[in-house]
């Protein structure tokens, strides 16, 4: 049951101090940063100049209310938007083929096309990703009896959208971008796709969730961004706003984000 | 890695051509066996409906090969690159350039398999033995003939003529590409407005060839073309229509290019 | 034995107490061996490096320890355990004591009413 990552793990433990609490640095470059990154359109403004630096080994939350420019940053980092004007790095290097290739994005919608089996997917993520580990793949299909000679076109939205989490979990990434995971989700996937991000958690790699649904998965992140009108609003652990504050993100957040 | 998206190409497109392919192929062996065993001579009245109905279904395949041909060729940018799927493929870890040059490569098979198929369908329902040698016969006569007045020359002039031909191919699916690619810088009527930037195209490539045109008759090289004996002018001709086309090919594909890669913004 | 949580307390300080009540309650035994820390915040539902910050500091106080190639370890302090499984039942009962004597039983009617309850209770 003991693997090399839990290894490590107990070998960071042995360096900690109560106060600094950090993961072991086995790549000390943060991961994702952004400097004073402008987005723009004709008629509005997406980002207003964000600046954001984020660690490796984090679960982070990417939260705001709709519209904040959530899904813009995402975008930006797996390089289907470019910036306006200012910087966007993922360890170190602008988007581009070596950014995705370390970069594991799931968006809101489902990206497969219908004609294809779930093994002809996983086929397709194993010629265009190394870092795909298909076996695993084939694992998480076999706990939710999903069968991998199925047409994705017989299968019904959440389960195709859990194929695609799936999917998107099995690349040993060293940033996961999940826009909206659990939305629209029922309550048992939701556990089954928190329960996914916890156990394929590893210290290189960083997930950055973005939702408006906080209290369901305030428990897994390690810090929080909060995000309103293209502009960062605060950047804070968990753990940090319980002990400072006495509340919940979710509280917060809603007291932030009042009407 | 292009050519890994290239297989995945041909397999999406495939699906929907083969069958066409196949069900053209079938009718024309069907009308063939109607023409050849002479029954389309022998039955009259009712008798000759199935034979009406083969040829008519015939003609509709056909007609579908080509009409098919053509949409999935926009289809297949479209959906796969600026719709849902782009989601998947932008992230993909190659170039804007490698995604296109993918899609256009397998188009232009497609469009040259449509046409082989068309050809080969019309020969096996005109197939008759003696025709056949005669025409072939006759066929390489021409080029023999040619060859003894005008040389090698006859070869180079053949090759120009389909390089030129291919040429005309990727400039068309360039330019559909680019036109789609424009509309998509649009953020409502994108198909609108993707027909509004083809019709552009169109009259620019339209205007610029009649601008070269005018300009060619009214110069003095047109007195070139009164010595017919040296076959300099058709390679002259042939050579400056390949690479008219290609600097358009060109123009459109960076065209392409830069808008998928900078100006994309999915839904 | 479940998990349970409130939202506006930081996690690892819950996780820190509830590991500690299971092992004062002998869920977890003297010197059993822990599972990983990634199956135990799977199991709880939580983020595994909040789990690490619980573990580490339950390092700290002794309860666990953890040996280089082999995991983590409930102590084999016996005593210590006592010990807190006391300072613990100390903690419950003088908070009870406080609510109940704001009711205004005196300590004779406390000992007389807990006999009688816990009887019923079997």
């Given at each position: ?43 509005a ?20 209310p709709?519209?904040?420019?959530k ?14 004007s ?15 290739k ?23 993520f ?25 047409k ?14 799936i ?63 293209g ?9 940090e ?19 | ?16 051509l ?5 069900a053209?192929?079938a ?81 232009t ?14 020969i096996?329902?005109?197939f ?14 021409a ?16 090759t ?12 068309s ?95 | ?19 500690q ?49 082999s995991?983590?370890?409930?102590t ?37 009413l ?6 019923e209770?079997?």
């Amino acid at each position: 049951m003991t693997t090399d990552k839990n290894k490590l793990l107990y070998d960071s433990s042995e360096n900690d101090t109560v106060s600094n609490f950090t993961n072991s640095n086995l790549d000390n470059n943060p991961i994702l940063e952004c400097k004073n990154l402008v987005k723009s359109y004709a008629n509005a403004e997406a980002l207003k100049g964000i600046d954001l630096t984020i660690n490796r080994g984090r679960i982070v939350g990417l939260l705001g209310p709709n519209g904040s420019g959530k899904s813009t940053i995402i975008k930006l980092a797996n390089g289907l938007l470019t910036p306006s004007s200012g910087e966007i790095l993922i360890a170190g290097n602008k988007p581009g083929i070596e950014t995705k290739k370390i970069v594991s994005y799931l968006p809101e919608r489902t990206y497969l096309n219908d004609w294809m089996k779930v093994s002809d997917v996983i086929n397709f993520f194993k010629d265009f990703y190394d870092n795909f580990n298909a076996e695993k793949a084939y694992e998480m299909l076999q706990k939710l009896n999903i069968n991998p000679n199925d047409k994705l076109k017989t299968m019904s939205k959440g389960t195709k959208e859990k194929v695609q989490l799936i999917l998107v979990m099995s690349r040993e990434a060293d940033l996961y971008l999940l826009d909206e995971p659990i939305a629209g989700v029922d309550p048992a996937a939701r556990d089954y796709i928190l329960n996914t991000i916890i156990t394929n958690y590893n210290e290189n790699a960083t997930i950055i969730i973005s939702t408006h649904l906080i209290s369901d998965i305030e428990r897994v992140l390690d810090d929080v961004v909060f995000i309103s009108y293209g502009k960062i609003f605060l950047t804070k652990s968990v753990d940090e706003i319980r002990e400072d504050e006495g509340k919940s993100v979710d509280t917060l957040f809603r007291e932030v984000f009042k009407c | 890695m292009l050519g890994k998206l290239m297989k995945y190409e041909i397999k999406a497109t495939g699906r929907t051509l083969i069958p066409l392919y196949i069900a053209l192929l079938a009718f024309a062996i069907i009308n063939k066996i109607f023409i050849g065993t002479g029954l389309s001579h022998k039955l009259e009245g009712f008798g000759s409906i199935p034979f009406i109905l083969s040829i008519f279904a015939y003609g509709c395949t056909m007609a579908a090969v080509f009409i098919v041909t053509f949409f999935v060729i926009i289809q297949r940018f479209y959906k796969n690159l600026l719709g849902d799927e782009g989601y998947l493929m932008n992230t993909l870890p190659v170039t804007t350039i490698t995604n296109i040059t993918s899609k256009l490569s397998i188009a232009t098979f497609w469009n040259i398999i449509s046409g082989f198929i068309a050809v080969l369908s019309i020969i096996i329902m005109a197939f008759n033995a003696d025709a056949f040698s005669r025409f072939f016969y006759e066929f390489f006569q021409a080029f023999s003939d040619g060859y003894a007045q005008f040389g090698i020359q006859v070869y180079i002039v053949i090759t120009e003529v389909i390089i030129a031909i291919l040429v005309q191919l990727i400039k068309s699916i360039a330019m559909i590409y680019a036109s789609i690619s424009i509309g998509h810088l649009f953020s409502k009527h994108r198909i609108l407005s993707s027909f509004g930037a083809f019709i552009v195209l169109n009259l620019i490539t339209a205007a610029i060839s009649s601008a070269i045109g005018i300009a060619f008759s009214l110069s003095n090289l047109s007195t070139l073309f009164d010595n017919l004996e040296s076959s300099w002018p058709i390679h002259l001709v042939l050579i400056f229509t390949i690479l008219f086309n290609l600097i358009f090919f060109i123009a459109y594909f960076i065209i392409t290019n830069y808008i998928l890669k900078n100006k994309l913004n999915l839904e | 034995m479940s998990w349970t949580f409130n939202d506006d307390r930081p996690i690892y300080i819950q996780l820190m107490e509830q590991i500690q009540l299971r092992i004062i309650s002998g869920v977890y035994k003297v010197g059993d061996k822990l599972p990983s820390v990634r199956d135990m915040a799977s199991d709880a539902s939580v983020n595994p490096n909040t789990m690490q910050k619980a573990l580490t500091e339950l390092e700290r106080t002794g309860l666990v320890f953890s040996q280089r190639t082999s995991g983590r370890f409930i102590t084999e302090d016996s005593n210590m355990i006592k010990h807190i499984r006391n300072h613990l039942a100390k903690e419950q009962i003088e908070k009870f004591l406080y609510n109940i004597g704001k009711i205004g039983y005196t300590k004779q009617e406390i000992i007389q009413l807990l006999e009688t309850i816990s009887k019923e209770m079997k």
